[in-house]
Each structure stands twice: as structure tokens, then as C-alpha cells.
């Protein structure tokens, strides 16, 4: 993909996308598509206006990309961070408006 006609935050959307997409054979990706892996082949391309379009489009209305196998929409970092906090709100609240220890 040419990469440097995608924008700085479409780029953030590009990395992860390609990484997923070629660690997959391209006829499984084109099957869950329910196209052929040849229009497949054409949207990521050397010439991948397509992709680049669209990357660009999602990224300029500020979409970004959720994996599904993990379902999880924020960074793992954020979400470590966010376990600690809530559990340490956990037993506050529960002491607070609940009474226990």
C-alpha cells in the first residue's frame, strides 16, 4: 500500500489492519469478504487507491479499528490500568454504599 499518501491517523489504522491481514491467507479473507481474492488482491495492492481512500475516510471522521477476536476497543495497556483502578473502586464502593469490609 503507498503508505505515504495515507494520513497520520489513517496510519494508525493501516499498521494494525495489514499486520492482521497478512498474518491470514488472502483466500480466507476474500471468502469472509463474499468476494473473489482477486478484487481482494486489487484492493491492497501496490496500487491500493481504494484502501488508502477508505482508510483515510474512516480516519478523518475519527473511527478506528476494534479486533474482534479480542472485543476489547481501547489499548491493553488502558484496559491493565483500568482493571486496577476499578478494583481498588471495587472494595471503596462496597465499603461506602454498602457497608462492607
Known sequence: ????TLTRSARQLADPL????????QVDV?????????TVCR???ENGEKL???LNF?????????DKSTHIAIERKEFE?????LNGL?????????GER
Open 1 to 4: 500500500m503507498a503508505r505515504n
Open 58 to 66: 474512516i480516519a478523518a471522521n475519527g473511527f478506528g479499528l476494534v
Open 52 to 54: 488508502t481512500t477508505a
Open 43 to 45: 484492493l491492497i495492492g
Open 90 to 98: 471495587d472494595s471503596r464502593f462496597r465499603e461506602k454504599y454498602l
Open 18 to 25: 495489514m499486520k492482521k491481514y497478512r498474518s491470514q491467507k
Open 81 to 85: 490500568l483500568l482493571l486496577l483502578a
Open 30 to 38: 476474500a471468502d469472509r469478504m463474499d468476494c473473489d481474492p482477486s
